[in-house]
């Protein structure tokens, strides 16, 4: 299979990814990130296994009133059990009662997990492949055979392998996926037995990889060059141990680099949007080093870097953001030299020039920001806003009139509930609301958000992802300055925002201000 070839994804966050730790979906959540997998044009979406649990194939029933326009859903079970039929095995009637077009069926490749795990004979787990196979096929279904633990089978007894692969293939499976169930093969021997399977049987091929030895995404890309044109994942790569084949690293990196077809050209764009989404919903943050769709992915400090990517993009980067959905960030820091600054600057007054007296004025201020214990580096969100203040272009949302706050402990006990009041001005209309919250500064966000969303509630789309404080003078007095680095999402965007003092209420003010202004300025929303 040449470039140009179209290769087919089937996502599993829904089902592999809900296995990483700390990973949990509601059956809203479930339903809103296969809504949001379809408009990204993913092929298959893997639901889950309606035999595991009662909320499972709640999912698959409520999911067949979505109007899906790319993606099949796609339910997932084991091979019958031993010494039965797939008649009456219960699993694979649950699979039946799934309603999917798609069924996905894992069974045993390696000849170790046939008689120590399963406590069966050989001749039985290909009776069991083939039966269940051939079950699915006479009831119409589209069947996915994932041959587990296929590397390690096929590098002790490659011939017992090959005939699990070989029963699912004479019963009419429609793609034999190949999985590295453990994550601990290498590209080499991804690429040499794919490419065996491939010229073997004529049916389609997948690959299913984990990424225990960090090759997930090396070894899918190699098993696509080796003629597999079905590819599984989940999409931030999550799931259990060390997770799964990242998807939205191997869907860019098979259509941008290498000239596949994974999903329809115009939805590329959609892959940052789409990841920040899944993070939001699975109640994670998001790695910032995740390549294109992580904040950093395209993130430059060194001068010399900043410099170069300014005259000619791809002599720093290797693909142009916005192909992706995401954007380039110039990192501002008292190291910053002037093309960083400059960069930062140009984006709101194009009409700035290298030598501009506004570029020192601006470092001298980093500098000296910085000196007092703020970090612009990772608070991009914060240095732009001071870039706006800086070049007299920045017009307040809101205005603080005051904001009181309310704490109470008795004894020994936990800390109780604390209360904040705030009053907020826009224009000429004032509003005061007050919250209760774990703790002062979460009081003191509710309050501040209930006030505001009266004027912008665009607002109520934005939550308080992660909260990070840090003393700035180590072994001085409980008066010391303290730094507030707060991140925040929309659910399709995460940024950062910082605050400074030595009251640690204020801080966190100067940061959530700093956080709603940011999301209001990119919505270039005008108040209510």
């Known amino acids: 299979m040449g470039a140009n070839a179209h290769v087919e994804i089937l996502d599993s966050t829904l089902r592999d990814g809900a296995q990483g730790e700390h990973i949990s979906f509601s059956l809203q959540d479930k339903l809103a990130v296969v809504q949001k997998l379809d408009k990204q044009g993913i092929a298959y979406i ?16 409520e999911a067949r009133r979505l109007q899906l326009q790319n993606a099949k859903l796609v339910a997932f079970g084991s091979t019958r059990h031993r010494d039965t039929t797939a008649q009456k095995d219960l699993n694979c009637q649950a699979l039946l009662e799934a309603g999917c077009e798609v069924v996905s069926i894992f069974g045993k490749t390696w000849d170790l997990h046939v008689r120590e795990i399963l406590k069966t004979t050989l001749e039985e787990n290909l009776k069991m492949i083939f039966d269940t196979v051939q079950f699915f096929k006479a009831h119409h279904k589209t069947v996915v055979f994932d041959a587990e633990h296929f590397f390690d089978g096929y590098k002790e007894n490659p011939d017992y392998a090959l005939a699990a692969l070989q029963a699912a293939y004479d019963a009419g499976a429609d793609v034999l996926c190949l999985c590295d169930t453990n994550g601990g093969a290498f590209p080499q021997q991804v690429y040499e037995a794919t490419k065996l399977v491939c010229g073997r049987f004529a049916c389609k091929v997948g690959i299913h990889c984990h990424n225990d030895c960090g090759l997930a995404v090396a070894n899918s890309i190699l098993a696509v060059q080796a003629g597999a044109c079905h590819v599984q994942g989940t999409y931030l790569g999550f799931g259990e141990r060390c997770g799964n084949a990242n998807l939205s690293t191997i869907i860019p990196d098979l259509q941008l680099k290498l000239g596949y077809t994974c999903i329809p050209q115009d939805k590329m764009q959609r892959l940052c949007k789409t990841a920040m989404f899944i993070a939001e919903t699975a109640n994670i943050l998001p790695d910032n080093a995740l390549p294109y769709v992580g904040a950093s992915a395209f993130s430059h400090k060194a001068g010399m870097h900043i410099d170069g990517v300014k005259k000619v993009s791809r002599s720093f980067e290797h693909i142009d953001p916005s192909l992706v959905g995401n954007q380039r960030n110039l990192l501002i ?10 960069g930062q600057l140009s984006q709101w007054d194009h009409g700035l020039r290298r ?33 706006l203040k800086h070049l007299g272009r920045y017009t307040p949302f809101f205005e603080l009139e005051f904001y009181k706050i309310l704490a109470q402990k008795e004894g020994n006990s ?86 400074v003092s030595f009251d640690i209420i204020h801080a966190s003010w100067e940061a ?9 300025l990119k919505d270039q929303v005008q108040p209510l």
């Open 355 to 387: 030598d501009d007296e506004t570029i020192a004025r601006f470092v001298s201020r980093i500098k000296d920001l910085e000196a007092q214990g703020y970090e612009f580096e990772s608070a991009a969100a914060s240095t732009q806003m001071l870039a």
């Open 414 to 499: 936990d800390p109780g509930l604390a209360t904040a009041v705030v009053k907020i001005r826009v224009k000429d209309r004032s509003e005061i609301r007050a919250a209760e919250g774990e703790g002062p500064v979460n009081a003191l966000d509710l309050a501040m958000r209930k006030a505001i969303e009266l004027f912008y509630p665009q607002i109520a789309r934005m939550r308080l992802v992660d909260y990070k404080v840090r003393v700035l003078e180590a072994g001085q007095n409980s008066a010391s300055r303290v730094r507030v680095l707060i991140q925040s999402s929309d659910g399709e965007n995460v940024w950062t925002t910082v605050g």
């Open 512 to 520: 959530l201000c700093d956080s709603i202004e940011y999301k209001l």
């Open 46 to 61: 893997e639901g889950g296994n309606p035999a595991s649990n009662p909320k499972e194939l709640e999912f698959f029933h």
């Open 333 to 342: 820091s008292q190291f910053a030299g002037k093309s960083a600054v400059f």
